[in-house]
Structures are given as C-alpha cells and as structure tokens.
T-cell receptor, first 116, second 115 residues
C-alpha cells in the first residue's frame, strides 16, 4: 500500500512568517493529496487538496504544491497567525484500494506553533 | 445536518472489559472508516466499510471488530480491552462515487483510556 512520510514533526514560526510542511509518498499511482488541520481537542478538517493533474493550488494564505516526478507535495502557509497553530496532516489516496473504499493514507502530522 | 457523530466522547475501561464505539453519518456516504490517533503516528486505519454490508481490515485491525449496521451507522467493538488500545478514535465517512477524490469528514473523536 501507500506510504506517506511527513516532515517536520514540529515547527515553530514567528507570527507573520511563512511555514512549509513537506510530505513524500511511495506509490506513483496516487492521484489525490489532501491536507487536514486539527486544532487541539478537535476533529481533523480538510483545508486544501490537490489532484495529480494540477501542480499548485492556492486558497488565500494557504497553498499546496505537487511534484509528481519526485513524489512529494508541500503545504505553504504565508503570513502566519496564532490561529494557524494546530496539527497538520497530509494524506494520499491509496491506489491499491481502488474499487474498494478508496482509503486515505495519512502522514504522521506536524505540530505548528505560531509565536506572537 | 450533523455530519459525522460518534459516541461516547470519553471512556475509561479496565483491562479485559468490552465496549462499542458508535458512529453515524447523515451525508448519505457509502464509505465509512475507523482510525486511531496516537502521538507521533498520525491517523492509522483500523477497519473500513466500502458500502453497507461490507467491511475490511485496515492497517491495525487486531483487537477490534466492526459492524456496518446500515448505510448510516458503523460501530467499532473492543472485545477485551488492553492498555495498548488507549488512544483517540475517529470515525470518518467519504463519498467515493466519481473516483473517490473527495474529502473525508470526521467525527469529534473518542478518547479511550484502558487501565
């Protein structure tokens, strides 16, 4: 199945700076890459996703880039604010689960702390 | 529209006790999932159900059983709880029609402690 590695595990930035979280995946057939944000004590929620026919996608201060050749994708948060502090998870759609429940394989998470 | 609802939110069990975590979704999704979340390990898939009447093992199924009661409900059972099952459990659902490149919606989580 798919294997997703995520780095760094923790990241601290000053308010207003940018934050970058990187993920790599193992199966070149994967074609869907979502990012989830989980605030303390809350459920994970989708913040942005990208499909394999697109190299970059932006939504206000958040952007995701995808390099299919290198099998990695990244989350970029610009002008960080204290409310961006959370755990962020990347994920990839496991192509071996095609025809079944289309499983998402998650990275291990990044704890982002935005310092005021 | 409540989304995904799971109960209970918190539970403490003694080793060897059994319990069932309940999950229900009102989004008419076919696929439902149970994950466990442990520090530094992300979300690991325990069991999933592609559709009503079908269930399959995920990455970490040992010690768990599931039931897809109907399209809305997917329960997770611990028959004989062990301290290693102390974790936060999340139920999720997705609409996999059209290729499956769709958002997963999560329940609010169950924090389970086994002593």
């Amino acid at each position: 199945g798919e294997n997703v590695e995520q780095h760094p595990s923790t990241l601290s930035v000053q308010e207003g700076d940018s934050a970058v979280i990187k993920c790599t995946y193992s199966d070149s057939a994967s074609n869907y890459f979502p990012w989830y944000k989980q605030e303390l004590g809350k459920r994970p929620q989708l913040i942005i996703d990208i499909r394999s026919n697109v190299g970059e996608k932006k939504d206000q201060r958040i952007a995701v880039t995808l390099n299919k050749t290198a099998k990695h994708f990244s989350l970029h948060i610009t002008e960080t604010q204290p409310e961006d502090s959370a755990v962020y998870f990347c994920a990839a759609l496991d192509p071996l689960s095609s025809g079944s429940a289309r499983q998402l394989t998650f990275g291990s998470g990044t704890q982002l702390t935005v310092l005021p | 529209n409540a989304g995904v609802t799971q109960t209970p939110k918190f539970q403490v069990l003694k080793t060897g006790q059994s319990m069932t975590l309940q999950c229900a979704q009102d989004m008419n999704h076919n696929s439902m999932y149970w994950y466990r979340q442990d520090p530094g390990m992300g979300l690991r898939l325990i069991y999933y159900s592609a559709s009503e009447g079908t269930t399959d093992k995920g990455e970490v199924p040992n010690g768990y059983n599931v039931s897809r009661l109907n399209k809305r409900e997917f329960s997770l059972r611990l028959e004989s709880a062990a301290p290693s099952q102390t974790s936060v459990y999340f139920c999720a659902s997705r609409d996999i029609s059209g290729g499956g490149n769709t958002e997963a919606f999560f329940g609010q989580g169950t924090r389970l402690t086994v002593v």
